[in-house]
């Protein structure tokens, strides 16, 4: 099982940058996919960012070219470097883990990851 805390959440103005943490402990899947959730009040939770063990990554249309997904392995953290940010960015921010699909691939769906952090909030005023 592993652990995962989200950190780097906060206020900032329209345009500017903020880097969220996602710290693992525990046992970590070998073949594992890593991704960065947010969901605003009355939405549903979407995936913005998915770190294949590979590095490969996915991001949704809305992040693209604004946010990056990265990670340090000898650190075991994951971070969402998050760029140019706009007030549709506010929401809490949940870090995610789970297994590789059976063709090596990564869910993007939030019920198909089964370890959650506690979320972190991500404002941007108007």
């Known amino acids: 099982q592993v652990q995962l805390a989200e950190s780097g959440g906060g206020s900032v103005q329209a345009g500017g940058s903020l880097r969220l943490s996602c710290a693992a402990s525990?046992?970590?899947?070998?073949?594992?996919?890593m991704g960065w959730f947010r969901q605003a009040p009355g939405k549903e939770r979407e995936a913005v960012a998915i770190?294949?063990?590979?590095?490969?990554?996915y991001y949704a249309d809305s992040v693209k070219d604004r946010f990056t997904i990265s990670q340090d392995n000898a650190k075991n953290t994951v971070y969402l470097q998050m760029n140019s940010l706009k007030p549709e960015d506010t929401a809490m921010y949940y870090c995610?883990?789970?297994?590789?699909?059976?063709?090596?691939?990564?869910?993007?769906?939030?019920?198909?990851?089964?370890?959650w952090g506690q979320g972190t909030q991500v404002t941007v005023p108007s």
């Open positions: 525990g046992s970590i899947y070998s073949r594992r996919c």
């Open positions: 770190l294949y063990t590979t590095d490969g990554t």
């Open positions: 995610a883990a789970t297994k590789t699909k059976w063709d090596g691939s990564c869910p993007r769906g939030r019920f198909e990851y089964n370890y």
